[in-house]
Structures are given as structure tokens and as C-alpha cells.
């Protein structure tokens, strides 16, 4: 009555087993590290760049730890801050502005548990300490932007098909275009609603002039709205990597804000220059008359960049087109041979200058480059192949899908899409964090031992399955947000606690029903049998309302609430399984094989 079968023990310890693995590099703590990572994508984390590392730390009589590569840096450990300090100094003077080496902290893990990807939990910016900034972004100025670039593509566009107008005028959202009669303004209408579908075009006369109104439609006010914060974020993602920092928390909160928060950098001025520093995009052509030597000068006239694999390009000084033209950048496929592709949109002063680039330079590289605190970088250079006019671009060749999604985010995030303001800051101290994580680990281990005094004096025996089965919800939770690389967070930690007091619930929940059915006079075996079978579908009914109420918090919240939520949520899950499984497994062992039981601990 009182056995599971052999699989459903071995499924319950391989859990156990799983838990008890993925929490065990949260106990191991951090060493203080140095973490070198390429500034240009030119540049790659790699085993020659921590083979520099490695000589020049021994050639500064500096004895890491460890020196560890992974995807996108080298990170060195050490025993104590003062090498730490040390290492960061030299390390930047021996490889240069190319590279950012920053101050960071490592796990003490075994390299076994790193092997099978088992990391500790990210820790937030209130319990590591760091700066947190809540940046608003300027959406008029995203639609004055928009409005005026329409107002120079209209024109453009009437020129392009010969079709008279007496001016384009803007006043904030309304674009006003003149005509001198009724069959001109017919046949603009009709070509500007076949280019331009974002806008409502209405007519109007006023006198003998005869108006055509151009205003955005709510969803494509909607769709620059949405594109100017998501083009701002990839663009402080892209900065904030400058920074060093292992964790960095960048997210849109509401519908025009961004939170900042930079876990571990203590220098907010530095922090300030990064997100708001500029960048610019420039076209020119590639110099396919000269070939470049390693060590030589770059010949008069020319600049010497590096494309993608590294390989030195000659660039001609001469620009043809800056990033200020370019409207939109999304990526897409080549229509003639479905290849993955770059489509780029620009304003009319930039199409009408990289149409008469294109016409005169078939047959040519052309070089797209990204500059940032004066630093060059070719994104792309692709060969004209013909004349391209009407302001739409396409950049295909030797490019996979997800690089024509990068590409297409590099050239949107070269620089902010609207002004932003920072309307908060504030700077949380390492010292904080210290304390704050000793407080929310103290509130959790005295509610755990107040809740264990109190379930083994009232349920005995059964008290201290229920705490044995409620130590294992704790690790199976810790260990989910370990494998999840989640960010733990005070609220989160307030999650944990709760989670332990609603967990407790169901063994109640489950003793006092085993309690009522011994007192009607069942056996033992009976009313164990009962107590865990009845109980099932209220237990079920409980944590599902509360597992709602989470969904819908992670759904609407935003920032630490939906950090709760994740906690709370997986907390449910986790209580389901120890409450039910885990703790009826440890029953069945103890009382299961007795035929003639004939009492049980339950107080």
C-alpha cells in the first residue's frame, strides 16, 4: 500500500543528486579576478590572447590562480585584491586600448563543476553593490526625427517621378505638401501611399492651393516609439561591454524607460561617459589600387582599417555617406538567391548622395565602418554591383543569418536613436551588498529552524520528514536558479523565505489529514495511505492559484518584481514535488515495509 515502485526512488535521488550538484558552486564563494575582453570584433577572446595574458603576469612575477578563457574573455584569479590591482594595471599597458581589462569576481568553483556548466547564481546590484541608473527616453524627439526624415524622402520622391509641388512643409507630426492643382496633388497622393504606408494622407484646399496632409498612423507612431528604445538598449548593451561588467541588468521598464543597473562598478562618472558617449557611421570606398603591408604607412590619402576575420583593408579618406542618413537598418534575405541579407533605408539627402555614389563606382568595394571614440571598424564591404537608387540598401554576401541580425543591430545601434535623461541614480557600496546578503541569509536560517522547531514538537516524527522533505525543496529551488543563471536579488531572497513558509503548508496540510484518519479508527498504514491521497487535491488547488498570481506578476511587473515572481514561481514547483514526493518516498522507507504497523510518530 505504502511502496513505490523502484524507478519513481531512483527519479526522486537522481533529483536529489542534480540539486545537491548545481547548488554546491554557491558555497565556494568569489576570488578577486582581472577580465580582459576585446573592445573591436576584429579582435577575439582566444588562446593566443590568454597566452599574452599568462606572459605578461609571469613576466610581472604575478602568480594567478587561474587563467581561464571562455566565449567573449580571459579571466585571471587571484588569491588576494592588492595582485588583482596589480595585474589590471600591467595587463592595460601591455595590451593597449584595444582591449578593456577590468576588475571583476570569479567563482571558486572546481573546474568539474564549471565542466558540466554547474555556476553559482548571479548576484544583483543589492547584494554585490554597483551603480543603478533609470534613463528616459526623448519620444518627441524620436518623432520630430521620424517626421523630418519623411518630410525629405517625400520630396525626394516627387523629384524621382517628375511630379510638380510648390513646397514640403513640417509642423510637429503634420507634413504639409503644396500643389499647384488638383491633378498633380491626384497622382503625388497615389505614388506617396504606395511608398509610404506608416503615413495618412488627407487632401485639403485652401484657396488656390491645393494640399496634400501627410500624419502617422498610430501603429507606425507605435512602431518608431518601440524601435527608438529598442535601438537605444542594443546600443548601451553594446557600450556597457566596454565596462567589464560580468553581469550587467539592461531592460525596458514601462513604455519609454530603460533601468541600467551595473553590478560591481563603483565609479558612476565613468559609468555616465559610457552611456552616453556618441557614434558615427561613415561610407566610403575601398582603395583597390594599393595593397597594404603590415608595418608599412597607409599610402597618402588612404586609411588603413580591419575587416571581420582581421584581414588589413585600404580605405580612401573621401566619405561618402555618414550613419546620420540611415533611417532604419533590418535584416532580411536576398530575393535572388535567399541568402541572408542587411536592408537599410535612408533619408532623401542620403539616398539621392548614395545613388550617384553607386552609379559612378559599379563594380567596386564599398566600405561601411563604424567609428567610435575615434576608432574605425569595418562593419561590411560589400561590392556595387549596380546603381541604387530609392534610398533602400541591401548588404548580402558570406554573411550567416545571425550576423545579418547583427550587423543590422550594429548599424542601428551606432548611435542612440532619441536623447535620453537620466531621471535616477543611485550607487549601492560593496559593504551594503556584504550586509545585505548576511541579513537575507540569516532571515532565511532562522525561519527555517524556528519552522522545524515547531513541525517536529507538534508532528513528532512526521515533523522531521516534513523538514527533511522542506530541505529538500530548498535545494532543488537554489539549484533551478543556479541551471537558470537567474540574478538573485533581496527580492528574490524574500521569495526564498516565502517559499519555504508556503512550502511547509502542504506537510501540514498532509499530517493532519493522516491525524483525522487515525482518529476514525483506520490503521496506520490505512491513513497514510489516505492522508496523502486526499490532501493531493487540495494541496494541488492551493499552489496553482498562488503559481497565478506569479504568472501574472512576471507577466505585468517589471525589475524586482518579476525577480519575485521567477523565485515564487519555481518555488511552487519545487514544494510540489518535495511536499508530495520527496517526503511520502522518506515515509514509505521508514513505515512502508511494516505489515503489522501499529503506530505511527505523528504526535
Known sequence: MNQYPLWKYLLILVALILGLVYTLPNFYGESPAVQVQPLRSTLKADSALMGRVEAALKAANLNPQTVMLDATSVKARFNDTDSQIKAKDILQTQLGEDYVVALNLVSRSPQWLTGINALPMYLGLDLRGGVHFLLQVDMKAALDKAMESFSGDIRSTLREQNIAYAGVSRDGKLVTVKFRDAEARGKGEAELKQRFGGLAFNDKDEGSEYLLLATLKPTEEKRIQDSAVQQNLVTLRNRVNELGVAEPVIQQQGVDRIVVQLPGVQDTARAKDILGRTATLEVRLVDEEHHFVEGSAAPFGTEMFREK???????????????????????????????PAVHINLDGVGARKFKEATRENVGKRMAIILFEKGKGEIVTAPVIR??????????????????????????????????????????VGPSLGVDNITRGFHSTQIGFVAIAIFMIAYYLMFGIFSMLALGANLLLLVALLS????????????????????????????????????????????????????????????NITTLIAGIALFMFGSGPVRGFAVVLCLGILTSMFSAVLVSRAIVNLIYGRRVRLAKVSIG
Open 309 to 339: 576575420d582581421g584581414t588589413p583593408l585600404l580605405v580612401k579618406k573621401s566619405v561618402l555617406l555618414t550613419g546620420e542618413r540611415i533611417n532604419d537598418a533590418q535584416p532580411g534575405f536576398d530575393s535572388r538567391n535567399n541568402e
Open 386 to 427: 549596380e546603381e541604387i537608387g530609392g534610398g533602400r540598401v541591401q548588404i548580402s554576401g558570406r554573411m550567416s543569418t545571425t550576423e545579418a541580425q547583427n550587423t543590422s543591430l550594429l548599424l542601428r545601434a551606432g548611435a542612440l536613436a532619441a536623447p535620453m535623461e537620466i531621471v535616477e541614480e543611485r550607487t
Open 483 to 542: 541551471m537558470l543563471q537567474a540574478t538573485l536579488t533581496l527580492q528574490g531572497m524574500a521569495g526564498i523565505a516565502l517559499t519555504l513558509g508556503m512550502a511547509i503548508d502542504s506537510n501540514v496540510l498532509i499530517n493532519e489529514r493522516i491525524r483525522d484518519e487515525l482518529r476514525s479508527g483506520n490503521t496506520p498504514q490505512a491513513s497514510i495511505h489516505a492522508g496523502y491521497e486526499h490532501a493531493f487535491g487540495t494541496i494541488l488547488d492551493s
